[in-house]
């Protein structure tokens, strides 16, 4: 009777994953193996429950670098022929982030992702 109990418990047991996380100070989880979403738990069921084999690494994710708006002078004035075209490339060049290429494209502005981003 009594290995039926322990096997029971593991049993149970063996259907949670635990995770700990360093979030200014040690915080315990655990889910249900397949559930999305952690909830908390304490530092004694964490002790008493979690093995190597139930514990998951946490990894702390970084959110990716926004790209830098570049700066680029714009003209005060739109001299000569061609001045209004280069002053607007000139001006949506500053609003494009730097991983686009903004050219003039005949009497049009092209504004594309750069290749080499």
Do not use: H
Request: aromatic share 12%; charged share 40%.
């Amino acid at each position: 009777m009594r290995d039926v109990i322990r096997k029971i418990l593991l049993e149970e047991v063996s259907q949670y994953e635990y995770q700990v996380r360093d979030i200014g100070g040690d915080t315990y989880y655990k889910k249900r193996k397949g559930d999305k979403y952690w909830e908390f738990t304490t530092k004694d069921d964490f002790d008493e429950n979690a093995t190597d084999k139930n514990t998951v690494k946490w990894v702390e994710k970084k959110p990716p670098k926004p790209p830098y708006v570049r700066q680029v002078d714009v003209p005060t004035t739109m001299k000569g022929k061609d001045g209004k075209i280069k002053y607007l490339k000139d001006y949506f060049e500053n609003l494009s982030p730097n991983d686009f290429k903004v050219e003039i494209d005949d009497k049009s502005i092209k504004i594309t992702p750069n290749d080499n981003g």
